[in-house]
């Protein structure tokens, strides 16, 4: 089958002109283009919506990316079973049997009645059931088992999964449908992963979480109709995947004794702040060179900080080994992280506990200067609703004055250090 300039339901088509493999070459201009606005289909998951930026754009294509075991089968089966309540819906599966899906779905009391079911693997069969049935929503899961009889290469190659999801987008394009493709990260590169098919869709959203934290978070990393970096927090359950619409409270759950090296930071991902808890263990190391390890942090940033520790702030753990965490599975791509790292490394190096109602963040440069960072106050407001009575901020952040929480400016590292004296 060729996906040809009019296809059924060809009717549908004018609506998208302007997509990739749209066939209308009129030119026009800017002004004259119809800005009227386009509905979106609201995926029934709150935490969900808010990555897409308020729900599905007929006729977009979104990949979700994420390690196998991640969920995304799951997150996906769930979201289709409810929305096949109100549409046509089509979920393809590549990888599972259809019985291997049937019966998660019943494990999970889902609403099975109305979702439409396809196992194949063969991209022209997939398009062609696609054509028959006219769903508003289809899932491929996952990209990397499907392929076109066209490309020589086995499944799963850059040129099979390059070509079967450019078909898909086209399909995507001229139908109006959504189509959600699955993409599974793997770190040996036997698969192509998703990083060869992001420059043709139009939304690219990551699952990601540790095995070990039951924790999930959807992080759009491109989205052509909404804010990237918006965060959406899961929890893998028994009863599947639910959403955790307070996360700042999960992730916040301390003991009554706080040990040294920890401190609270306020993230700010797309559009909401997230409290979360940073650890860091500071011990004699018995190796030649010694260890720093980041969980949820980059490995990098952290060996430039402690040099920045070292030089700026007179603190040497060069013969320490350095582990820090940041709980719950969350990972921080912010440099906002820079100074509530440092101050977790200083209070697990002198085994000093940090006050309990203590709130710190900011960046941390590399003469030692304090950097402000995005939505200082709104940070400083969220910590304050949450309880937290000090806070350690940058001098550009701070405002003249907040009620409920107090808080000392900063410009460098050592009036930071000073100020947990
Ligand atoms: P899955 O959605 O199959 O992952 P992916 O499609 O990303 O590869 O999720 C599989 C993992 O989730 C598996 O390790 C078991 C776990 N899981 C639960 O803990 N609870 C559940 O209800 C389900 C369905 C899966
Ligand atoms: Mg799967």
């Not at 893998?236 to 609270?264: W, Y």
């Not at 797309?270 to 650890?279: A, F, H, K």
């Not at 582990?323 to 100074?339: C, M």
Request: proline share 4%.
């Amino acid at each position: 089958m060729k996906l040809g300039p009019t296809p059924k339901g060809g009717a549908r088509t004018a609506q998208f002109s302007g997509y990739a493999g749209s066939t209308n070459t009129k030119v026009q201009t800017l002004a004259d283009i119809s800005l009227k606005d386009l509905p979106r289909l609201c995926s029934g998951t709150g935490e969900f919506d808010r990555v897409l930026g308020g729900g599905f754009v007929p006729g977009s294509v979104v990949l979700i990316g994420g390690h196998p075991g991640a969920g995304k089968s799951t997150v996906l089966l769930q979201t289709l079973c409810k929305l096949a309540e109100q549409m046509t819906c089509l979920y393809v599966t590549g990888e599972e049997s259809l019985q291997q899906v049937a019966m998660r779905a019943k494990r999970l009391g889902l609403p099975t009645n109305k979702l439409q079911m396809l196992s194949e693997t063969s991209v022209e069969l997939i398009g062609q059931a696609a054509e028959m049935l006219q769903p508003k929503v289809m899932v491929v899961d996952s990209i990397q088992v499907v392929h076109l009889a066209e490309i020589q290469s086995a499944p799963g190659s850059v040129s099979q999964v390059r070509e079967a999801a450019a078909y898909l987008t086209r399909f995507a394009k001229q139908t109006g449908t959504v189509v959600i493709l699955v993409g599974h990260v793997t770190k040996d590169g036997s698969l192509a992963g998703p990083k060869v098919l992001e420059h043709m869709i139009d939304c690219s959203i990551l699952l990601e979480g540790s095995h070990d934290s039951r924790f999930r978070t959807l992080r759009g990393s491109k989205n052509r109709f909404g804010a990237v970096n918006e965060l959406g927090v899961f929890a893998m359950t028994e009863q599947g995947m639910k959403e955790v619409s307070n996360p700042s409270a999960i992730f916040l759950q301390r003991s009554e004794d706080i040990a040294s090296g920890s401190v609270v930071m306020v993230m700010w991902e797309g559009t909401r702040p997230l409290l979360v808890e940073i650890q860091a263990l500071v011990d004699d190391s018995n190796m030649g060179n010694p260890r720093r390890v980041a969980v949820g942090l980059d490995q990098n940033r952290l060996a430039m900080l402690l040099a920045v520790l070292h030089r700026h702030g007179g603190v040497l753990v060069g013969d320490q080994d350095v582990f820090v965490n940041v709980v719950g599975g969350v990972r921080i791509s912010e440099t906002s992280a820079d100074l509530a790292l440092l101050l977790a490394i200083v209070s697990s190096f002198r085994d000093r506990p940090l006050p309990r109602e203590l709130m710190v963040f900011g960046e941390v440069g590399l003469s030692g200067e304090i950097r402000p960072v995005p939505s200082g106050q709104e940070r400083l407001r969220e910590a304050a609703k949450h309880g937290f009575k000090r806070a350690i901020v940058p001098a550009g952040n701070a405002p003249k004055s907040m009620d409920g929480i107090e808080f000392v400016a900063v410009k460098s590292l050592s009036e930071a250090l000073a100020a947990i004296e």
